[in-house]
């Protein structure tokens, strides 16, 4: 079944919301930087299953993705603008957005983003926003293989993109047989089978709606029976 739009899947929401307080909401890359000697002393040492906490403990306390710094690109440039020296090692190439926090609330993601400085003195509350499936799904393609490695995850065969369903496997008709009815000639389905038709109405029905313009709030209403 391809669902109308992607949702969350109950058994790695916990998983996903540690994964992207890891990485940055904006380009996807990890907040830590790999030239720091913990992030090399975690790959070095931690074997990779209990990889993933140990960059969460380092990451999950920076707010910004830390962009290179002109000084440090030209370090190696002398005054006629040519390489004295070897190559320079290249640097974090953060985008150096600020990162919100995350909040699980049931089947849900919050972020929450603090305001600036300035609006601090005004008296800004945190903006708090839903983070839907379909953007965390995004934000988790954006992770490059190499930081998928010091995360502790495999490129090829576990994605954390892969942790937010898109589509629903069926499982073929010998795992949901139908039953006789008191012994008699009439026949019911599977419990599974009705809940694989109700998921099949949901996502049909937030297709046509979307389809036809009707207003977001309407449409969350049905994609909100969709996700539970």
Not at 72 to 81: H, L, S, T
Request: glycine letters at 6%; hydrophobic letters at 35%.
């Amino acid at each position: 079944i391809e669902l109308a739009r992607p949702v969350f899947h109950a058994g790695f929401i916990v998983k996903v919301k540690k994964i992207l307080e890891c990485v940055c909401y904006s380009c996807g890359k990890l907040k830590v930087d790999m030239r720091d000697p913990m992030v090399q002393n975690i790959v070095r040492r931690i074997k990779p299953q209990h990889r993933l906490k140990a960059v969460w403990d380092l990451a999950k306390a920076k707010n910004v993705c830390e962009a290179d710094s002109l000084e440090e690109n030209d370090a190696e440039q002398d005054e006629y603008g040519e390489n004295s020296g070897p190559k320079p090692k290249t640097g974090h190439g953060g985008c150096g957005h600020h990162q919100p926090a995350y909040r699980k609330e049931g089947l849900k993601l919050i972020a929450v983003f603090k305001p600036s400085k300035d609006k601090q003195e005004e008296g800004s509350e945190p903006e708090r926003r839903n983070i839907s499936a379909a953007e965390c799904h995004n934000i988790l393609k954006k992770i490059p293989d190499e930081d998928l490695l010091i995360m502790g995850l495999n490129a090829e065969y576990a994605r954390p993109d892969w942790m937010i369903l898109t589509v629903l496997p069926v499982p073929p008709a010998a795992v949901r047989p139908s039953i006789s009815v008191d012994g008699g000639a009439m026949r019911s389905e599977d419990d599974l089978t009705y809940k694989l038709g109700e998921i099949l109405k949901a996502s049909a029905q937030v297709r046509k709606l979307e389809a036809e313009g009707v207003p977001p709030s309407v449409v969350n209403e049905h994609f909100d029976l969709l996700q539970f």
